[in-house]
């Protein structure tokens, strides 16, 4: 395996390749909110990825997977060991001096107040996954977390974030404002790829950005990789590149189905890895006959 730090690829990196899949994912969604150019407003990549500081009141727009997750991430101050924190707040007694290693549990407060925003006016978090929907619920009621649906944004400037529910104005004097509401293909790549004439394959987000499932991604891979090659017994080079800012290699070759199977096991990681970092820009086969 070759590992290439800090390349992003482009169109004349792939030209000698037969065929390019392209796993580039996604591009946050900006809503037409006047206002939502204002220098308070953030990204959820600004916040997760960038790291961008945060004020102390925060509204965030979007009540998704996505949503929800940076929401429980500004609700602690991670400057504790945050194994020992969850612990305390689920009242889990790892010493086990306790009947059924339970105690009370110990919540710290938020360090921000948040505001979670929908556009929808059923219930916020409704549909989260249902093995896990309520675990996160259940966290930002812990944390004061004020759940908002039925919201139209009006603006945002100086004063905050601007909004109308159930006809009734209100003003939400927030430091911040961060946007979660949805997203787009990244098809850059893969639309220069396609305008050059090359043999181009897009999975993933980058294929169809709504409802994000790694499942889905993970099958298309797998079946773009395994069909053509078990028919014909090739050997494979496989090249993945990440846009920011990996790129590995390897190759082998397939001599029965078993190895199919293995091969297939191996993307799948690798489209795991991508849905993990947002950030996997293609796989790429040459495939010639093995002697």
Known sequence: MTVKLS?????????????????????????GI?????????????????????????AVIGAGGIGFDVSEYLTHSHSEDE?????????????????????????APSPRQIYLLQRKESSVGKNLGKTSGWVHRAQLHKKGVEMIPGVSYDRIDDQGLHI??????????????????????????ADALISK????????????????????????????????????????????CLSVPTCFSFQFRLKSSRTHLNFSRILETLLIYQHVKFSLSFLKFDLSHAP
């Not at 482009?10 to 030209?15: C, F, K, T």
């Not at 109308?164 to 790549?189: F, H, M, W, Y």
């Not at 990789?225 to 050997?235: E, F, G, L, W, Y």
């Open 197 to 240: 004439g090359i043999k181009t394959h897009v999975i993933g987000g980058a294929d169809v950005a709504a409802e994000l499932d790694a499942k889905r991604a993970i099958n298309q891979g797998s079946r773009l990789a395994a069909n053509p090659v078990i028919a014909a017994q090739r050997q494979v080079r496989v090249m993945a």
């Open 34 to 58: 006047p206002g939502v150019d204002h220098p308070k407003v953030l990204s959820y990549l600004d916040v997760i990825r960038d790291r961008k500081p945060v004020g102390k009141s925060v």
């Open 7 to 31: 390349r992003r690829v482009g169109v004349n990196d792939l030209a000698s390749f037969d065929e390019v899949i392209v796993a580039t994912g996604i591009l946050p969604r900006k809503p």
């Open 164 to 189: 109308t529910v159930k006809g009734k104005s209100r003003l939400l004097a927030v430091d911040n404002v961060i946007i979660c509401a949805g997203q787009e293909p990244d098809r850059a790549l």
């Open 83 to 107: 194994k020992a924190q969850w612990y305390k707040e689920w009242g889990v007694d790892t010493a086990l001096a306790h009947r059924s290693a339970l105690v009370p549990a110990d919540v």
